[in-house]
């Protein structure tokens, strides 16, 4: 009798008010890996991003699942690989720890400056949030990452903007594998280190990158 292919579990996570259709054009092969979509849940009232994590990881029902973070979704996927095991994490144009995030968002940690974001705005209007979102992306453009971002619970997006801003981390798994781009705006690439680097690459690269990431991911997940 022929040994039973096992399929390999894919969780992606997509960025912060981002939905799972930013991943449209992630194609890996049925044969040998099976997609999963995480979508974000509203976080309770002064929940722990720790709290937060625990609880989403109860919707992965893969043992030995790969997690796949984009921006924020990176940090969650770093954060529920701290309270359970997972075959691997991959994260793309996001963060390992805190000394990556660029200076004016640690500044705002600590002067606690992130108060001051209009997220109740953002919440109204699809645009602001997108050009916060996705920083100096091109008017033109906009319409497009609408269909993206869609999460505009003003709870989810003050704890979201907080959880950045504030994140404690200083160390990261060796293990991780962390995917960037050389022209993110959000995240620079100067405060990144040991990351995969693609040249060319936006913060919104999960989009327009796609045909390298479907090439790479099978090799990268497989290593």
């Known amino acids: 009798m022929p040994e039973q292919n096992i399929k390999t579990p894919i969780y992606f996570l997509p960025g912060l008010a981002a939905n799972p259709t930013i991943f449209k054009n992630i194609q890996l092969d049925p044969i040998f890996f099976e997609i999963f979509y995480l979508e974000w849940i509203i976080p309770y009232y002064n929940e722990s991003i720790v709290d937060y994590a625990l609880r989403f990881c109860g919707n992965v029902k ?87 971002l869609s999460v505009t619970d003003k709870r989810y997006l003050d704890w979201a903007v907080e959880q950045v801003v504030l994140w404690r981390q200083t160390s990261y798994n060796p293990n991780l594998v962390h995917i960037h781009g050389d022209s993110d705006s959000v995240f620079p690439i100067d405060n990144i280190k040991d990351c995969i680097v693609i040249k060319g690459g936006t913060h919104a690269m999960i989009l327009n990158k796609h045909k390298w990431l479907n090439k790479n991911l099978p090799i990268i997940i497989n290593k």
């Open 62 to 148: 893969h043992e030995n699942a790969v997690l796949i973070g984009v921006s924020f979704g990176g940090i969650i996927a770093q954060e529920m690989s701290l309270v359970r095991e997972f075959k691997k994490i991959i994260i793309i144009s996001s963060v390992k720890n805190r000394n990556e995030l660029p200076l004016h968002l640690q500044l705002a940690g600590k002067t606690k400056a992130y108060k001051l974001v209009p997220t109740s705005l953002f919440a109204q209007n699809i645009d602001l949030l997108s050009k916060f979102a996705f920083n100096k992306i091109i008017e033109k453009r906009l319409d497009l990452y609408k269909m993206y």
